[in-house]
């Protein structure tokens, strides 16, 4: 129960948040949260950071699911076979926007290859997410589209 190393990560000058985590293939880390820069008001970006081993930063991006969005969140990261990493959150649009669940597609670098929406007019949140054994991936959260008014559970697959 010691802590062995700890470390401060993100901009000083903004809001970060770690939401999830998962250790990498190399040892490292990957972690996933979100990203306020208060001058840019309310604003929130999908954040994702990976480490080395002790901790340290390699490099640091943030990404919009929903461009000129009102914010962007991640909830959940999973590491792909080709070192990439498929990130899964909810994203909403400006103006009562309605919320819908992310999925982003990052490589090894950080760099974006896709950004998918899922989901509305209701709200629809990804929380967390696994490979599926063909290759694609199975998401769930919570939507408010069905049931008696509330919020259920939602799961659902997409193709690689």
Same mark, same amino acid.
């Given at each position: 129960?010691?802590?062995?190393?700890?470390?401060?990560?993100?901009?000083?000058?903004?809001?970060?948040?770690?939401?999830?985590?998962?250790?990498?293939?190399?040892?490292?880390?990957?972690?996933?949260?979100?990203?306020?820069?208060?001058?840019?008001?309310?604003?929130?970006?999908?954040?994702?950071?990976?480490?080395?081993?002790?901790?340290?930063?390699?490099?640091?991006?943030?990404?919009?699911?929903?461009?000129?969005?009102?914010?962007?969140?991640?909830?959940?990261?999973?590491?792909?076979?080709?070192?990439?990493?498929?990130?899964?959150?909810?994203?909403?649009? *400006?103006?009562?926007?309605?919320?819908?669940?992310?999925?982003?597609?990052?490589?090894?670098?950080?760099?974006?290859?896709?950004?998918?929406?899922?989901?509305?007019?209701?709200?629809?949140?990804?929380?967390?997410?696994?490979?599926?054994?063909?290759?694609?991936?199975?998401?769930?959260?919570?939507?408010?589209?069905?049931?008696?008014?509330?919020?259920?559970?939602?799961? *659902?697959?997409?193709?690689?």
């Amino acid at each position: 129960g010691n802590v062995v190393w700890e470390r401060v990560l993100g901009d000083l000058t903004s809001y970060d948040w770690g939401n999830a985590v998962r250790e990498t293939r190399d040892g490292g880390f990957i972690i996933v949260g979100e990203e306020n820069h208060f001058s840019a008001g309310m604003l929130m970006d999908v954040q994702a950071i990976k480490t080395d081993a002790e901790g340290n930063e390699v490099w640091s991006q943030t990404y919009v699911a929903i461009d000129n969005g009102y914010y962007d969140y991640a909830n959940a990261v999973y590491e792909t076979d080709d070192g990439g990493y498929v990130i899964a959150g909810a994203s909403a649009a *400006f103006l009562g926007g309605a919320e819908v669940a992310s999925l982003l597609q990052i490589d090894g670098e950080g760099h974006l290859i896709a950004a998918r929406t899922f989901g509305g007019p209701d709200a629809y949140w990804g929380s967390a997410l696994c490979a599926a054994p063909d290759g694609g991936y199975v998401l769930v959260g919570h939507t408010n589209a069905y049931g008696a008014g509330s919020y259920d559970v939602w799961m *659902f697959k997409v193709s690689e």
